[in-house]
């Protein structure tokens, strides 16, 4: 069985992680809420390897968030077996919602090299980028939904136990309220800036709690957990 503090350790590894390879594939070019898939069409076909490795790199942080919802449960679950079960699948929901997007958006590459040779129908091609988009689309938001849920829940169980400073534990569970709020919100009208503003707030969560986890959880650890 991995240790209490072990886990901790790769909890933080892989905050840094996800949000490292997160910005790498946005980086190469596979970015998300992109809607004019004629524009997108002709960046991808100047260079589709690159788009391709920025898919690549998307699907490996997608992994890491699978991976991490194994050890935030080894290690937060002593607290609240059942908030850090809700909180873990919600994060692994969250992870096959973004993969699916991922897998989708592959679908591109081919259809870029198309619409680039294509003299008649480069409208039928364009509808069904847009198709494409969208689907990436409702799955990035989905996923992002979820990872609120699961923030959520983690963050009411370290709120109830002091497992983790008081200062993390309120920014997180603050910002996965206002990012599920927006993102319902934006579901519901297509207004989208409270999910902007709770998806800022769980992007500094993130990085301080990550921080803390890889950093200085092994103090608090032995000052607190007792």
């Given at each position: ?145 979820l990872l609120s849920i699961g923030a959520i829940a983690y963050c009411i169980s370290f709120v109830q136990s002091g497992a983790v400073p008081s200062m993390i534990a309120n920014l997180g569970l603050a910002a996965g309220i206002i990012s599920a709020i927006g993102i319902l919100m934006k579901f519901a009208s297509g207004f989208s800036a409270i999910a ?31």
């Open positions: 069985m991995i240790s209490t503090p072990l886990a901790l350790k790769l909890c933080g590894f892989l905050y840094i992680f996800i949000l490292i390879t997160n910005a790498a594939s946005v980086g190469l070019g596979d970015r998300t809420g992109e809607t004019d898939s004629a524009a997108m069409l002709a960046a991808i076909s100047e260079n589709p390897g690159r788009y391709r490795m920025g898919v690549i790199v998307a699907i490996a942080s997608h992994l890491g968030i699978v991976a991490i919802t194994g050890t935030l449960f080894l290690a937060f679950s002593q607290f609240n077996r059942q908030l850090a079960l809700i909180g873990s699948v919600s994060r692994l929901g969250e992870a096959v919602a973004m993969i699916y997007g991922e897998v989708t958006v592959l679908r591109l590459i081919d259809l870029a090299r198309e619409y680039a040779s294509a003299d008649s129908n480069k409208e039928s091609l364009r509808l069904l980028g847009d198709q494409i988009l969208r689907t990436k689309n409702i799955g990035v938001d989905l996923g992002l939904l902007v503003i709770g998806m800022v707030l769980m992007m500094v969560f993130e990085v301080t709690f990550g921080g803390w986890l890889l950093f200085f959880s092994h103090a608090y650890v032995r000052r607190e957990w007792v």
